[in-house]
C-alpha cells in the first residue's frame, strides 16, 4: 500500500485491541513465567513492573508519536523525522530484529498448536500428570513435529498479514484479546483451590534479592521491552496507522497496564499448579506447557479448558506474530514498492527458514556442539540474544533519537498537558538511555 492511500483503524478500540494484541503474547504467557522462574521469582516480579513504567513506557509512547508524526515504517520515520541525518541505520536495527524474533516466535506459538492438536484429540485422556508433563520433552527433541508445526503457524500469520491491517489484525484482536483475560481470571480463581497456592503467592510476591545478578535484571529489562513489543519498531508501524484524535499517553499507558497485569496473571495461574505438581520453578521454555496441562486434566471440563487456553494462547501469539511480520512487509513495501502478496511471500518463508535450526535445537539436528560449547542450545541463544539485546539496542536508539537528536517542538503537539510531556521528556531524555546503558555494561562484565 502506498504511502498516500495509508490505512487507518477502523476505531480508537480497535487501535488499542491491535497494539494491545501485539504486545500481550507468548512474551508474557511462555516466557515471563519461566525467567521469573529462572530468576528467583518476587524481585524478577518488581524488576520487570519498574522498568516497565520508568523506561518501557516512555518509549513505547516515543515511538507511538514517531509513528504517527512522520506516516511511516520505522526505516522511513528516521529518515524524514530528521531529514538532513541519517538515522535510518536505526530502523534497519529494528526490522532486523524483527525478522529475527519471528523465527524463533513461530517455532513457540508452533508448539502452542500442536498442544490445541493435542487437546482437540484427547491426548491427554487418561494420562498420569507425570506422563502429561513430560510430552513436552518429547516435542522439543523432535525436529520434524518441530518444524512441522512451526510452518502451520508461519503459514496462518502470512495469511492474516497478507489480508491487511484493517481486515485482518483489528477484527481478530477484538474477538481474543479480552478473551484471554477472562479465561486467565478463572486459572487464577481455580488456582485458589490448590496446595501450592500459598507458596506461590509468596514466592511471586515476596522479592528475595539474595537470587538476583546482574543477569537477572538484564533480563527484566529486556523482558519489560519484548512483553510491550517496544525497541524493534512495531510501535511505530502501528502508530503511523493512528488517527490524530487520539491521546498517546492514555493509549500507551492502558497497553502497559494490560500487559502487565496479563503478564503476572499468567504468573499467577502458572506457579500454584507449578507448586503443587512438584515442577520446579526453574524448569526453563516448557514451564508453561509441563505444569498448565497436567492443571486441566485434574480440572472439571478439563478436556474443553484445555482446547480453550491453547486456542487463546495460539491467537494471542497470532496477534503478536502478524506485528511483527506486518512491520518487516510494511518497510519492503515502502522501499522497494514490492506488491504485498509477494513481500508477505518473502517475508514469511525467509523467516521460517531462519527459524529452522531454532526447531531443531532440542533433537541437535543443526549445530548438535552448540549446547556443549555455548551453555545453551541454538533456541535459547537466539531467544536471548533478541530479548537481552537487541531489543534493548533498538530501545536505546529511540531514547537517544525521540530524546537528544529530533528537536523537542516535534512532540509538544502530540501531548495534551505540559507537565506530562515535561516528564516523559525527562524519562526518555535521562532514565531511558541510563538504565539501558548500565544494564548494557553490566551485561558485558565491565
Ligand atoms: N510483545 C510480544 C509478546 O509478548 C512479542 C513481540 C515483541 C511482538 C515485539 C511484536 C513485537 O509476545
Redesign the pocket.
Known sequence: MGQGEREQWGSQLGFLMATAG???????????PYALGQNGGGAFLLLYVLFSFLVALPLFIGELIMGRKSRRGPVDAFRSLLPGQDWSFAGWIHVGT?FL?LSF?CVVAGWGVHYLFMALTHAFDGRSHQEISSLFHVLYRSSDLNIFWQSIFCLMTCSVVYAGVLEGVERWSRVFTPGLFVFLLILVVYGFHLEGFWPAVNYLFVPNWGQVTSGSVMEALGMS????????G?IITYGSYLGKRESAVRVSGLVAFM?ILVSTMAALAIFPATFTFGVPPSSGPGLVFCTLTPLFSQMWGGGILSVIFFSLLVF??LT??I??LE?IVATLIERYSWSRSYSVALAGLGSFILGIPSACAGSGGIFPEWQQVYGVDFFETVSMLVSDWL?PLGALCIAIFVGWMAPSHLWGDQFEDARLFAVWRWLVRWVCPIAIGVVFLQGTGS
Do not use: D, H, P, Q
Open positions: 501485539s504486545a500481550i503474547g507468548l512474551g508474557s504467557l511462555w516466557r515471563f524483527a524474533t516466535y521491552f519484548f512483553t510491550l513489543s517496544v525497541g524493534i512495531i500487559t494471542t501469539a503478536s506474530s506485528s511483527l512491520e531489543f
